[in-house]
Nanobody, 124 residues
Framework: QVQLVESGGGLVQAGGSLRLTCVASGRTFGSDAMAWFRQAPGKEREFVAGISGAAFRILYTPSVKDRFTISRDNAKNAVYLQMNSLKPEDTAVYYC?????????????????WGQGTQVTVSS
């Protein structure tokens, strides 16, 4: 059974940092593109960052570039999102996703596997 499990969310003050972790199981994800999405109440799920299997291609949405860093450890089947200089507008449920075709794309429909999400709340 394929599973993606996120952790590391929580409540933090503006300007603070959090590190999200997603661990995959049930198959090898080394060739998959992995991505982080987020969804705030009343809003659509949006792409945050993505990374190809060998990390040759990394993509960020403009609003998090220079503040967030995505990375992966294929030996651990894990992907990370280091979030610095957090802002209240970063508040959302953050989801991990995997695309077995290895494409780093911004559309949620490109991803076959999803985690259950972890809440990130940034207070002002």
């Amino acid at each position: 059974q394929v599973q993606l499990v996120e952790s590391g969310g929580g409540l933090v003050q503006a300007g603070g940092s959090l590190r999200l972790t997603c661990v995959a199981s049930g198959r090898t994800f080394g060739s998959d593109a992995m991505a982080w999405f987020r969804q705030a109440p009343g809003k659509e799920r949006e792409f945050v960052a993505g990374i190809s299997g060998a990390a040759f291609r990394i993509l960020y949405t403009p609003s998090v570039k220079d503040r967030f860093t995505i990375s992966r450890d294929n030996a651990k089947n894990a992907v990370y999102l280091q979030m610095n200089s957090l802002k209240p507008e970063d508040t959302a449920v953050y989801y991990c996703a995997a695309d077995p075709l290895g494409r780093v794309q911004v559309g949620p429909s490109s991803y076959d596997y999803w985690g259950q999400g972890t809440q990130v709340t940034v207070s002002s």
